[in-house]
């Protein structure tokens, strides 16, 4: 397992190297000048070329980009243009706050996920199985932005239920305070991730419920209920990788859902800053999302690995 671990981290390596590339690179696409910014409206011409310079902006792109690189992997993701401070401690504490809100709507994904895919596979030509395979296309269809008003105007302002914003009631906290803030942002970020999984996980449940193994089980005289619980087991290693690759989604795609909810998460920060042309920041919070990803997808090799021996020897 750990020889495993060590050629999936070896695999990750460049492709992290190719994500720092497109980071930068993508950043210095972002039209505006970032110095302008920096030096003010009321800035002379020669202030403004000076400070390019002693930022090393005026280096060949190659250059600006290893020195770039060399502070980052030393911990230093530059200074906030905008919040006058480093942006590493300003990026974590957001990208804490989106891990919140994505560790709550993953988990609510995958539990709404196997229930609907589940109750599809095991009356596929019922009432129920037809609604809850229909329930899973509306989930991917709906637009976020739409949803998410729909529950702030009825689940929040008309009847109160919830509250429309921030993470924490003023004067209070806790975990319970926590979990009523994220419910509405969270439900709405895992309708589409829910649906993936609920369709993916019907088709493979159907599959595996299909082979002759099943057959076997039953001529044995084994429940409905432990057979389900072995193709259930039989399923784990293909919702494991679905259920990965939504959760790298929540991780990068909650920015409608923090911006509406005003949830003080690493996407509405990003959002901020590009519009305050924070360059530095846009780049640490694009990097961290991107190595958050990366990491994630060797996590879940792992746990494949883990489910299924025979993966550990490719």
């Known amino acids: 397992m750990i020889g495993f671990l060590a050629r999936r981290l070896g695999w990750a390596l460049p492709t992290l190297l190719g994500v720092t590339v497109i980071v930068f690179a993508i950043v210095k696409l972002i039209p505006g000048d970032p110095v302008a910014t920096m030096a003010g409206p009321g800035a002379s011409p020669e202030t403004v070329a000076d400070l390019r310079s002693r930022l090393g902006l ?128 969270a439900l709405t970020a895992a309708l589409v991730p829910a649906g993936v999984i609920a369709r993916l996980f019907r088709s493979s449940l159907l599959d595996v419920l299909g082979q002759d193994f099943v057959e076997a089980l039953r001529a044995r005289g084994l429940s409905e209920r432990r057979i389900l619980l072995h193709a259930v087991h039989n ?53 961290v999302s991107a190595v958050v990803l990366v990491l994630l997808n060797v996590l879940v090799d792992a746990a494949h690995a883990l489910l299924d021996p025979r993966l550990r020897s490719r």
């Open 58 to 185: 005026d280096d060949p792109v190659p250059s600006q980009y290893l020195h770039w690189l060399g502070h980052a992997l030393t911990g230093d993701l530059g200074r906030s243009i905008a919040h006058q401070q480093s942006a590493g401690p300003l990026v974590w504490d957001a990208f804490l706050n989106t891990a919140v809100l994505a560790g709550i709507a993953a988990l609510m994904a995958v539990v709404l996920g196997m229930a609907l895919g589940a109750l599809g596979a095991v009356r596929p030509r019922g009432l129920v199985g037809r609604l809850c395979s229909a329930s899973s296309v509306v989930a991917v269809s709906l637009p976020q932005f739409s949803v998410a008003i729909v529950f702030i105007a009825y689940l929040a302002l008309r009847t109160g239920w919830f509250p429309v914003t921030g993470m924490h009631a003023v004067g209070s906290g806790g975990l319970v305070d926590l979990l009523h803030h994220a419910f509405l942002p």
């Open 235 to 287: 399923t784990l290693p293909s919702l494991m990788t679905v259920a990965g690759l939504q959760i790298g989604y929540l991780l990068g795609g909650v920015v409608f859902v923090e911006t509406i909810f005003s949830w003080p998460g690493l996407g509405q920060l990003v959002y901020q800053s590009i519009s305050a042309r924070d360059m530095p920041v846009i780049q640490a919070g694009v990097l």
